[in-house]
């Protein structure tokens, strides 16, 4: 494995950097791992059961890892695509599709990119890594790095939801908590980085995160048949999610794998309480001012600048999709509304993609017969205190033994339905 693997780009100057050593950024800009496609296409049999074995590590030939005794995994199994047909239904779309990331290990897509830097970190020799983490990244690393035995460092903001400083602790990381937004985490980790030497896992600040979040847009592609729905909505932070997707279109073209290479409309969703992507789309331009007093309930898109936002913006504008920042006060509503009508525990970060679909269809941006897949990008289990404040019925408390009103319990619940 790894053998199409040929170096590392920069994609803001288009110069190539050597792989064989720990990489991090080149000219403040990240860097990306670049294969050999031609030689793909011509040696690697796209319909292999080898490829159909339904995980991430079954696309190795398109992951970065030379040898395979590196690579630190729980065995990460493809995530199903649950067709959404009750809520479809209610909003008149024929095709809503849900990409349900929380079923993977940590409960969030980010062990997808955790599962191939740390097998990378492994290879290359890194003892000690750090990150600067909104939440799920955190939880990611701390697991992956304690089954390759390397000491982790997380810096996360000290209203982080509690579940994901807990399971941090529980695998033995070092978590400190910083009284601030995730872009000071980063600015103190970089301090403390001039003392400890950690390598520094942070967002698109080190190339292999994205080779692992690239896995959902192959394992899309190939569920759908080898081609793409053609809407695509994703919650964005720092955006790597959106970006491998992106890349997994670009390579699987350059390979030719795709039987329909028309690409999925991306559309970038993001919080009105922290939205530079959107904000700088709507301006056109290339990079995202910063944003000033961030501050959303989904953890994870609360990231005021993105080190990608140049990738992000590039990747959105050449799929025909958009960015767009919507109410934040949507997003307890989605979470109950999606569940109750599917099942189905949506992560905050999520409930916004729900809304801007809306809006979408309704201002005929998206077609009410269009395949549309939205990813459920972490489980909403790990979001106590959301749960917590969702507008839900009180769960009446009753003791055996003594007479209970049964219509009375019961219209306490027709009440607080939600229509
Ligand atoms: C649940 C969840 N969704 C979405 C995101 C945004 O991720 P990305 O970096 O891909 O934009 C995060 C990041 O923390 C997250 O935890």
């Not at 490829?51 to 995994?73: K, Q």
């Not at 390759?148 to 579940?163: H, K, L, Q, R």
Request: some cysteine; proline content about 5%.
């Amino acid at each position: 494995m790894g053998a199409y693997f040929t170096h590392l780009e920069s994609p803001w100057d288009g110069t190539r950097h050597d792989f064989r050593v720990p990489q991090t950024t080149h000219a403040g800009r990240p860097l990306v791992a670049r294969y050999d496609l031609e030689r793909i296409a011509k040696e690697v049999e796209r319909d292999s059961t080898y490829y159909n074995a339904g995980c991430l590590w079954s696309f190795r030939d398109l992951l970065p890892v030379l040898d395979d005794a590196n690579i630190v995994s729980f065995g990460e199994l493809a995530t199903p695509t649950l067709q959404l047909s009750r809520l479809g239904n209610e909003l008149g779309l024929e095709n809503l599709f849900l990409k349900d990331e929380s079923r993977l290990p940590t409960g969030s897509f980010k062990s997808r990119g955790m599962s191939v830097a740390i097998s990378k970190a492994k290879e290359l020799g890194i003892t000690r890594i750090a990150v600067p983490t909104a939440g799920n990244a955190g939880g990611a690393l701390a697991a992956y790095a304690a089954r390759a035995g390397i000491e982790a460092w997380v810096f996360m903001p000290s209203d982080t939801p509690e579940v994901n400083k807990l399971e941090c602790e529980l695998v033995g990381a070092r978590v400190v908590e910083v009284e601030g937004l995730i872009s000071d985490c980063g600015a103190l980790l970089r301090e403390g980085q001039k003392v400890f030497g950690w390598f520094d896992l942070s967002t698109l600040r080190e190339p292999y995160r994205l080779e692992g979040k690239k896995t959902m847009g192959l394992e899309l592609a190939q569920h759908f048949g080898w081609r793409f729905p053609e809407v695509v909505l994703y919650p964005t932070g720092g955006g790597t999610g959106l970006i491998g997707i992106w890349k997994a279109y670009e390579e699987l073209c350059g390979i030719g794998w795709l039987e329909d290479r028309r690409a999925p409309r991306l559309y970038s969703c993001q919080s009105d309480g922290c939205a530079p992507i959107a904000r700088a789309f709507e301006r056109g331009e290339r990079t995202a001012e910063p944003w000033v007093g961030a501050q959303t309930l989904a953890s994870g898109l609360r990231v005021p600048s993105a080190i990608g936002d140049f990738l992000m913006l590039d990747a959105i504008r050449a799929s025909g999709g958009e960015a767009l920042g919507v109410r934040e006060a949507s997003i307890l509503r989605w979470m109950r509304r999606v569940g109750e009508l599917e099942g189905v525990a949506i992560c905050p970060e999520t409930a916004v993609c729900f809304e801007a679909l809306v809006r979408l269809v309704a201002a005929g941006k998206i077609a009410r017969d269009e395949e549309i897949v939205i990813f459920n990008t972490g489980a909403a289990h790990k979001y106590v205190e959301a749960l917590r404040a969702v507008d839900r019925p009180p769960s009446p408390r009753v003791r055996p033994g003594e007479s209970v009103d049964w219509r009375a319990l019961s219209a306490g619940f027709e009440r607080a339905a939600i229509g």
